[in-house]
């Protein structure tokens, strides 16, 4: 679904090459979920920002369902992360003006209905708190805002970067739990640097110094057609 | 920005920012109004005041030569429009009062027709009590005049203790004419005995109204030079506008740096809540909405703030102006334009200006702006 192809994505540090990613191949499988694990600096998010969008590779190539990312406008690039792609920051950013149920919406205009918001907020164990503004939140809850208006909509990607970075160890699971009890059909790539929170993954791919240097996979794992969650209740 | 975000969510729901905003603008456009409309009521005033001018050329003699009929002769023969017979009237000082003091005004001595067809001239078709009776120490005066002076019938208009209005014996008024004309009127005959100078002046008025100022700049060329002087409405006009010009020109300096002052506040206002609100629009742009979408709501934001501003503004100016002229102005029948075009003129600068700038900082900002460095939160 999402395939990388000699993707490198370079910095220019003090005029010279550095490689955040370097010569990347790599494709995301419908339904798959994908844990991409290394140590702080490996190029781990640079490498989630080129597939969902956010930066285009300096040399290689990006493809979403066969097109080329970085041969897409703006605003179609934009649309994917809007319809196609949910992400989870680092940080649970919210719009602090906004009700945790509108900044749920807010991800998916359009598409995602109040019901449905209010369904996944109750799903998400905060459907009494979805009138409240994210200052009125605790950390958690706001990282599960976030989950929320990533998973409305129907995606067929979630992106997490760091999802957990901000919470502790046992609320960093639970959001990864969510995460992929609530996606659906949809992939789902984390990446992370603590192995913990891949226990469940169907892959794993290890990252260093902007390379891939290995890949686990769970040998239970169907590539091919949506599957169920292979954890939880 | 569908359904959740108009561009109104963010005024209305972060109101400790946008009333600021919106009243910085309201306040500028409301002294802006105030100043350059009470700077023009005085300019206002002398048209207002000296209006009657508009239906007449004057002639005053300048020395020992009266207007006779020679003068009235040639008047009559050459003149290049129609006129109607002219009025040999005699003239008396008197005063009346402004926003900044006493201005001359002449008490015009005529004749008993001949007051009744200046009278006629300026449309007076009634009169609270009657005309001055020929030879008595009597006037008839408007009723602007009347509220000006705060004078009634049976005050006397002119007195022997009075420098600025002065007669012999206390001259009476004994009619108000029911006009938006200044004027003030006296018995000719009561003049030729007790007045000075004993010469006569002259009112020359064009059959047709319309033709009023070519007979004025005809008659005022024909005299240039003269032992006459002539008064014309377009001579008031010149007079007024050359003795305004400076005072405008400084107005315009000081608006200008009002505005100047005002705009740059706002631009850091607009700078500084723009900055508060990265973390929103990096998150939003990388969520998927685009640049555009990002700049029209902002775009949208500011002309919500400058429309509202200004438009409350004007509502506010107007209402300042109109209790000025209810309770300061009209009881002294002194002149104010309520809705003085030029002076809403002058406040357009304001919400462009504000607006440009808004623009200007939402340009810069969206320039280079990087989602990424917002959700890595290196800005923030
Ligand atoms: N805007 C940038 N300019 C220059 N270098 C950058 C920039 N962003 C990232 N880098 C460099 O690229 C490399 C990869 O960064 P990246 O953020 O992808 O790492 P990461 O694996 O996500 O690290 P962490 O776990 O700390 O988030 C790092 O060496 C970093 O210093
Ligand atoms: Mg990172």
Redesign the pocket.
């Known amino acids: 679904m999402i395939e990388l192809r000699q993707a490198s994505l370079v910095?220019?540090?003090q005029g010279k090459d550095?490689y955040?990613?370097r010569h990347i191949n790599l494709t995301v499988r419908p339904g798959e979920f994908l844990g991409i694990l290394?140590?702080?600096?490996?190029?781990?998010?640079?490498?989630?920002?080129m597939m969902s969008g956010l930066k285009s590779p300096t040399s290689g190539e990006v493809l979403y369902k066969d097109q080329r990312i970085s041969e897409m406008s703006e605003p179609e690039r934009a649309r994917l992360r809007l319809v196609d792609f949910g992400i989870v920051f680092?940080y649970p950013y919210l719009i602090g003006y906004l009700s945790a149920l509108e900044n749920v919406l807010v991800g998916s205009p359009g598409v995602g209905t109040r019901e449905k918001a209010q369904e996944l907020l109750l799903d998400l164990g905060i459907g009494h708190k979805s009138h409240r503004l994210p200052h009125e939140l605790s950390g958690g809850e706001r990282q599960r805002v976030c989950v929320a208006r990533a998973l409305l909509g129907g995606r067929s990607v979630i992106f997490a970067?760091?999802p957990t970075a901000s919470l502790d160890h046992t609320n960093g699971l639970a959001v990864v739990d969510l995460l992929v009890r609530h996606r659906g059909e949809g992939a789902l790539v984390i990446?992370t640097?603590d192995p913990s929170m891949l226990a469940h993954a169907n892959r794993v791919i290890h990252?260093t110094d902007?390379e891939v240097v290995k890949e686990e996979v769970d040998p239970s794992f169907a590539p091919t057609g949506p599957i169920r969650e292979t954890i939880g209740p | 920005m569908k359904r959740i975000l108009t561009f109104s969510t963010y005024l209305v729901r972060n109101g400790g920012k946008s009333l600021p905003l919106i009243g910085v603008i309201v306040l500028a456009v409301l002294l802006i109004v105030g100043i350059v409309a009470l700077m023009n009521s005085i300019p206002y005033s002398i048209r207002t005041i000296y209006k009657h001018s508009k239906n007449y050329t004057g002639l005053v003699p300048r020395s020992n030569a009266s207007v006779d009929h020679n003068i009235r002769k040639e008047i009559r023969d050459g003149s290049p429009v129609p006129i109607e017979p002219i009025l040999v009237i005699r003239g008396s000082q008197a005063q009346v009062k402004s926003i900044v003091g006493g201005w001359p005004f002449v008490v015009l001595a005529m004749r008993q027709d001949d007051m009744r067809r200046y009278a006629k001239r300026l449309n007076i078709t009634k009169i609270e009590g009657r005309y001055p009776k020929a030879g008595e120490a009597e006037a008839l005066i408007s009723e602007p005049v009347a509220r000006n002076l705060k004078l009634k019938l049976g005050d006397p208009l002119l007195k022997p203790d009075n420098a600025d209005a002065y007669s012999m014996f206390p001259v009476k008024i004994v009619g108000i004419a029911q006009t938006d004309y200044w004027t003030m009127m006296m018995p000719y005959e009561y003049h030729e005995k007790y007045h000075f100078p004993p010469y006569d002046s002259a009112l020359v008025f064009a059959k047709n109204p319309a033709d009023q100022d070519k007979l004025d700049r005809w008659i005022h060329e024909k005299y240039r030079g003269a032992n006459l002087r002539v008064f014309a409405y377009f001579l008031l006009e010149e007079e007024t506008n050359g003795m305004f010009r400076i005072l405008y020109q400084i107005l315009n300096v000081v608006i200008f740096t009002l505005v100047a002052v005002i705009t740059l506040m706002m631009a850091m206002l607009i700078n500084i809540y723009q900055s508060q609100r990265i973390q929103e629009f990096g998150l939003l742009q990388a969520l998927g909405y685009t640049r555009r979408d990002l700049i029209r709501r902002v775009l949208g934001e500011s002309i919500a703030v400058v429309l509202v501003g200004w438009i409350l503004g004007v509502a506010a100016a107007q209402g300042m102006l109109q209790l000025v002229k209810s309770r300061l102005m009209d009881p002294n029948a002194f002149a104010l334009d309520v809705w003085d075009r030029s002076a809403l003129l002058y406040t357009i600068p304001v919400p462009v200006m504000i607006f440009l700038a808004a623009v200007g900082a939402i340009w810069s900002r969206f320039r280079t702006f990087d989602p990424?460095?917002v959700v890595?939160r290196?800005l923030a």
Do not use: F, N, T
């Open positions: 910095y220019k540090d550095l955040a990613c290394g140590p702080s600096g490996s190029g781990k998010s640079s490498l989630l920002y680092q970067d760091e990446v640097h990252i902007g | 990424v460095s890595e290196r």
